[in-house]
Each structure stands twice: as C-alpha cells, then as structure tokens.
C-alpha cells in the first residue's frame, strides 16, 4: 500500500476543506510522514487489513485524517517533534510580544507540541483505529 493509493495530490486538493498544497513533490514529502504517524496510531491497521476492501466509512476517516496530519505539517513548516519543539516560542512584532507556547501546565511549565495533530481525533474516533473496535 502507498501513500498515492491512500490520497494522492490531487485527491488531497479536492478534498477541499484542507489548505491546497501547489507542488506535488512537497506533498509526497509529507504525506509518506504523516501516513507513518497514522500506521503508528491506529495499530497499523492498513498493513495488516486491505485498505480498498474496507468500509467506506472507515477508509473516508482515514483519508480525511490523513489530510489533517498534512496539512499540519505543511502549516507548522516541521515534520518532527525537534522540529515543531525548536521554533521560537515568544517572537517581538515591533512593540508587541507573540507566544508560540502551544500550552503551559499548573506549573507554569511548556508542555512540548507533539508530532501528531490533535485534530485527528475528530476523523479517527468511533472507527475502529483507535482503539481496535469495529465500525
């Protein structure tokens, strides 16, 4: 299974409700990543199940969560926790401090950005990739 037979370019622009991504070679570069951290998450359910054969449903959630993790990548211009972890977290625009922090905890400490995008959950729930269960 490749990473075009899941969601190539142009399927991933069609989609829509993602931000298009113009040249295919930085898509691929980031698609064959993120599908890497969905096979990590779902158990790597797609190497060991057929993904053309499987519920729709299931195959729909995977794909749109796989745009998700893309353009997550592509949004925060890294594709690693060093990366995502290395970014300046406060930066001066003239007068005016902006945070970068993604989230402080009780103790005042930076909780470090993870590699997955959180908003994954939103596709993947209730399908089975989680947690093993079936749709």
């Not at 409700?17 to 951290?37: G, H, Q, W």
């Not at 998450?41 to 969560?65: C, I, M, P, W």
């Not at 925060?76 to 972890?85: E, F, R, V």
Request: hydrophobic share 35%; proline share 3%; aromatic share 10%.
């Amino acid at each position: 299974m490749t990473v075009n037979s899941l969601l190539s370019h142009s399927g991933y622009n069609k989609l829509g409700s993602f931000r298009p991504i113009a040249c295919a070679e930085d898509y691929y570069a980031l698609a064959y990543k993120a599908n890497d951290v969905l096979l990590h998450l779902t158990g790597h359910f797609y190497r060991d199940n057929d993904f053309e054969s499987d519920k729709k449903v299931r195959k729909t959630a995977y794909q749109k969560a796989l745009a998700c993790q893309i353009e997550y990548f592509y949004e925060t211009g890294q594709s690693t926790t060093a990366g995502l972890n290395s970014l300046p977290q406060l930066m001066d625009v003239g007068r005016t401090k902006v945070s970068m922090m993604a989230h402080v905890n009780e103790e005042g400490k930076t909780v470090p950005k993870s590699i997955v995008c959180p908003d994954i959950a939103l596709y993947l729930d209730g399908t089975g990739l989680l947690d093993g269960s079936d749709v």
